[in-house]
């Protein structure tokens, strides 16, 4: 088994009086493609905030690479493409290059110091998710799917190793998902990047993920692909709270 790059040890959370997460114990293996799943309002971006820094425990503890929280530092080791990606304001005036430069962790002195190496860079994440020939496009110009690659590229900016994204696919159309998980596929297996990916389409994902997390408050279920497609539309409905219409996916 290989080491966890996230670990969560029975981690709380409540916002205000309401609790909305209740002890979870989590680990997300290194080199795993892992799907988080669960019901609107069942926690799954809080626990992503908590992992990213940006929200503390009430309760419990949380290592990132082998460290506790509190002193890990290395945060070009994580790539995040938030949920709010795509509600992005089309009408925002930066270039495809600009917003990938926006992710660089490294100081970049913008008008003045902007290096060759640091500008190589940038181009190499832009060429990484196929969007090079719009590099000097505006953003604003592009479809939902293709500013949803550069805000991967934005992600991959500084080779993390792990890359985290909160519902990517939201709003995108069948070919672009199809797409999107093909690059998905390439980043985990040629580039071996860990990934966290929480989404709803559940069929297309359950063909690409190695391990699956259901999230409801509590966990509900951590395992394979293959066990989760075998749950019943009564465990599903248990878990989600209500009923489940189970989408038959072996094509
Ligand atoms: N900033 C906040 N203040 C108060 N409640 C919040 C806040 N953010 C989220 N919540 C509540 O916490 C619960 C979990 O939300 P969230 O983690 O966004 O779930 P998910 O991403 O699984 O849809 C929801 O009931 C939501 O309304
Ligand atoms: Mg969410």
Same mark, same amino acid.
């Given at each position: 088994m290989k080491e966890p790059i996230v670990s969560m040890k029975n981690v709380s959370y409540a916002y205000e009086e309401k609790t909305v997460l209740d002890h979870i114990h989590f680990e997300l293996p290194q080199g795993s493609f892992m799907g988080l799943v669960g019901p609107n309002g069942g926690g799954k971006t809080t626990l992503i905030k908590l992992l990213l820094g940006l929200l503390k425990p009430d309760e419990g503890s949380i290592e990132l690479f082998g460290k506790p929280i509190g002193k890990f530092k290395e945060r070009n080791k994580i790539g995040f493409v938030s949920q709010k990606a795509n509600t992005f304001n089309r009408g925002f005036p930066a270039t495809v290059f600009e917003v990938v430069s926006t992710g660089l962790t490294a100081k970049v002195g913008y008008f003045k110091f902007f290096s060759r190496k640091h500008k190589a860079k940038v181009l190499e994440a832009i060429n990484q998710v196929g969007m090079l020939e719009y590099a000097?496009? =505006?953003?604003? =110009? /592009?479809?939902g799917g293709q500013q949803q690659r550069v805000f991967i590229a934005r992600a991959l900016v500084n080779d993390p190793e792990l890359l985290i994204l909160d519902e990517p696919t939201v709003g995108v159309d069948y070919e672009n998902v199809r797409r999107f998980y093909e690059l998905l596929h390439q980043l985990h297996e040629v580039k071996n990047i860990t990934l966290l990916l929480i989404t709803h389409d559940t069929g297309t994902m359950t063909e690409h993920a190695t391990d699956i997390v259901c999230l409801n408050?509590? /966990?509900?279920f951590h395992g394979k692909p293959e066990d989760y497609t075998s749950l019943t539309e009564e465990d599903l409905s248990n878990f989600y709270g209500h009923p489940v219409n189970v989408v038959a996916h072996n094509h």
């Open positions: 000097y496009e =505006n953003i604003g =110009n /592009l479809s408050k509590t /966990l509900h």
